[in-house]
């Protein structure tokens, strides 16, 4: 935070003198010489300067507004690169902004390195009271893969490795790094410097499966009757698209894709099962889990979701050892890469493994006709005002044509909704609210998904979820990013129907402000605004805004009363007589 009155000239970046360096020019050497080229921040004391220098040395320097955001964008980056996103941060409240976007980075296996500067450890630990006090490493270890701290110049490029490489091998996820103000200003001998970087070798190594276990695996597979395979993200960031597409195809077995691997296979390739997704979870009977977690998102591998008290069989692919019965049992655990596991698969199949039986496929495929004749009703008609079917309708017309466009999903119905609705074509298109489900993720996403691809972002937003980091619209006008971002409008938070039942003034916990125009926010930062109430202004408002690739916002108007409490999730609501109709 650029808290005025408090002087930088402490920690300012002056030159070294010529045969001396310092921590300032360490860490950005370091983060160079390991590729990175851009860091996601907010600057203010203590590390204004390390974002100038940065700029000066040639890296790109994104600012935000919050830090929230910028850990979010550093987060995408490094789910789409398999590079550490950077996100850097100033001390205590800075620090604790991003702290969000961290945790949310490990628990989604987002490779991300959030720097923060920090007060001196000797007024910290004696609490007496420093500017912006706060013990940041201790507070960051709960939610961080890793947490560093680096007290010595000579330090920084081993501290900058051994960041990269906790972020990037094994399962990935968020690590912090803590460096303290007078770290930064510290100098060093040039020569010195320069010999303690560290160039990391291999940051992810390969991590080949054992040849038993793959054997396992395809000996569940060759005697089931009903087979599935399941993509998680995981899939989808190993960037092995080429090999598990030929291991779906050659062994026949119909799949189903989590939200962030649709695309991974074309969501209209004719084995994806997702519109017979209850169908084939109930029904099969051994499962392939390539990069997923049987989580709340899988009903925890149990229950009626997956037929019980019928057993299934479980193979599941994952780097990460200890995920292996989490839940439930696994019969046939393959540890490695997902690159290696999936090559090794394929290799083990042999020309005479059996096809799945007809019988499953014939199954599969009518209830595929069946739910998607009814979703082709569904989303034909045309109410007025708009629903979010009809809405989804427009932006998946336009959407269709443009298989390139990364899109930002985020909101309750908006999320259920689009997610079915919206046919990915290509794989890391789409960045979603993932395994917390959290609310925030919109513009921190888009931003890092503009920033990090050079291509056009469409971001479909719930207006209750776009209220957390509306305010990046300021950064996506400034770097004019090629970014639309689409605001379900219905007046509130799940719907904008509810009443205060005592009759009071207050409007109910769940009402926004009726008929907000978001697009005039956006045109107050020098982007273009649209307002959309019918789903052919929403469809023409689209291609214009794609067709631009310039910040746009439309105001997507849906009707108040279209929307679900909680989306899908409403069984996860305690219940209470007082509040529930
Ligand atoms: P989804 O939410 O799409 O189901 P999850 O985030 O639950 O996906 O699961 C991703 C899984 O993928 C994690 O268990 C993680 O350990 C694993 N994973 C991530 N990267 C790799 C990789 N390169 N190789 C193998 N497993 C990976």
Redesign the pocket.
Known sequence: MAEAGINEAQTAAAPPAQDTTDGFHLVIEALKLNDIDTIFGLVGIPITDLARLAQAEGMRFIGFRHEQNAGNAAAVAGYMTKKPGVCLTVSAPGFLNGLTALANATT??FPMILISGSSEREIVDLQQGDYEEMDQLNAAKPYAKAAYRVLHAEDIGIGIARAIRAAVSG??GGVYLDLPARLLAQTIEAAKGRQSLVKVVDAAPRQIPAPDTVERALDVLRTAKRPLILL???AA??QADAPIRALIEKTGIPYLP?S??KGLLPDTHEQSASAARSFVLAESDAVLLI???L?W?LSHGKGKTWGAPARKRFIQV???PT?IDSNVAIEAPVIG??GSCVEALLEGLGSDFPKPPAEWLDAIAQRKAQNLSKMAATLAKNPAPMNFHSALRAIRDVLKTRPEVNVVNEGANTLDYARSIIDMAQPRKRFDS??WGIMGIGMGFAIGAAVTSGTQVVAIEGDSAFGFSGMELETICRYDLPVCTIVFNNNGVYRGTDVNPTGGPDVAPTVFVKNARYDRMMEAFGGTGRHATTPEELTAALAEAIASGKPTLINAVIDESAGTESGRLTNLNPQSAATKK
Do not use: Q, V
Request: glycine share 16%.
């Open positions: 989604n296996c399962r990935p998680g993200k995981g960031y190993a989590m962030m691997a990069g997923a977690r989580n998102l994952d780097i990460a995920e890469d997902i993932g395994t």
